[in-house]
């Protein structure tokens, strides 16, 4: 009797391992449904890669405008066409060129007809050295 009962807590034991034992746990929808989410963020991260590569794209062109553009008014045109100025003396010069270390005052300078430069650095160098 004794073995009897053994062998039924054996097999009942035995259900049990199987039941709790994952090699023989059969795949089912909550598993088919997480391969679909890591389909669907492989579709997102694909997406997400997509639009940061076209920011760093744009980025770049951004920053070669950006660079041509400045290139258009850079320092040394700015000096070479205030060293071709009559009419500044020492002062007038330096102070000129502490000027054209603004962007928008090189680009201002350059695009002033010559005959307004002298004018214009007498106007924006007598403002800066009242500051």
């Given at each position: 009797m004794l073995s009897t009962h053994q062998?039924?807590?054996s097999s009942e034991f035995e259900d049990e391992e199987e039941t709790n034992d994952?090699?023989?746990v059969q795949p089912t929808t909550p598993t088919a449904a997480c391969s679909s989410r890591k389909r669907g963020r492989k579709g997102v991260d694909g997406a997400?890669?997509?639009a940061i590569l076209e920011m760093a794209s744009a980025s770049?062109?951004?920053a070669a405008a950006i660079e041509q553009h400045n290139s258009k008014y850079s320092i040394?045109?700015?000096i070479k066409d205030l060293d071709l100025m009559?009419?500044?003396d020492q002062q007038l010069y330096f102070a000129a060129?502490?000027?054209f270390n603004n962007p928008n005052a090189r680009e201002i300078f350059l695009s002033l007809k010559k005959d307004k430069r002298l004018t214009w650095l007498h106007h924006r160098?007598?403002?800066v050295s009242n500051r």
């Open positions: 062998d039924e807590s994952p090699q023989t997400i890669a997509d770049k062109m951004r040394s045109d700015c009559q009419g500044v060129l502490d000027l160098c007598a403002v």
